[in-house]
């Protein structure tokens, strides 16, 4: 699947828009995930990660 950057901005755009506390919440999730991801040898489970942290402005 192709996954135009229109599309990615987009949903940056709605995660920008959550309500304080849920997005805490997701950024937390984000936080851990992207140390798990760290951890296996799956280099798509980093870019995945990656993305998802970019998504939510997670440096």
């Known amino acids: 699947i192709v996954m135009n950057g229109w599309m990615l901005r987009l949903i940056a755009l709605i995660l ?3 309500s304080g506390p849920l ?3 997701l ?3 984000a936080k ?3 140390e ?3 951890q296996t040898k799956n280099p798509y489970d980093d870019f995945a990660a990656d ?3 970019w998504l939510l ?3």
């Open 32 to 34: 851990t995930f992207r």
């Open 16 to 18: 920008a828009a959550l």
């Open 23 to 25: 997005k805490e919440e």
């Open 51 to 53: 993305i998802i942290c």
């Open 36 to 38: 798990q991801a760290r």
């Open 57 to 59: 402005g997670i440096p």
């Open 27 to 29: 950024i937390k999730f």
